[in-house]
């Protein structure tokens, strides 16, 4: 069973908005503490988009998406989202769900325990 699924990806034009989804396993042995979005678009490194600790709803950003996505989790859907809105063409990548059984935050790959298979967010001018 894949632990993380991501969903929500489309194409959008550039000051729009979507709402991604990533759906977090609750198989026993499957938990986590922290989840995060990253994103990798063609010819580029995975990035850090943004991370919440769920115990405690902490949330980080990325300082490109500061102010325009918003990281959220529903702890009784096991659901966390990534709201962005005002979005660019630069935005424009396959955004990854990661998560930390033990961290209180994913913010770099080196901190992702599992990793979801990705959406496609595409933004056009």
């Known amino acids: 069973q894949v632990p993380l699924v991501e969903s929500g990806g489309d194409r959008v034009q550039a000051g729009g908005s979507l709402r991604l989804s990533c759906i977090v396993s609750?198989?026993?042995?499957?938990?986590?503490?922290?989840v995060g979005w990253f994103r990798q678009a063609p010819g580029k490194e995975r990035e850090f988009v943004g991370s919440?600790?769920?115990?405690?709803?902490?949330?980080y950003y990325a300082d490109s998406v500061k102010g325009r996505f918003t990281i959220s989790g529903d702890d009784i859907k096991n659901e966390v989202y990534l709201e962005m809105n005002s979005l660019k063409p630069e935005d424009t990548a396959n955004y990854y769900c990661?998560?930390?059984?033990?961290?209180?935050?994913?913010?770099?790959?080196?901190?992702?325990?599992?990793w979801g298979r990705g959406t496609q967010v595409t933004v056009s001018t």
């Open positions: 990661a998560a930390s059984r033990w961290g209180n935050r994913v913010t770099n790959v080196a901190e992702a325990d599992d």
């Open positions: 609750t198989v026993s042995t499957f938990s986590y503490n922290a």
């Open positions: 919440i600790t769920r115990t405690i709803g902490n949330t």
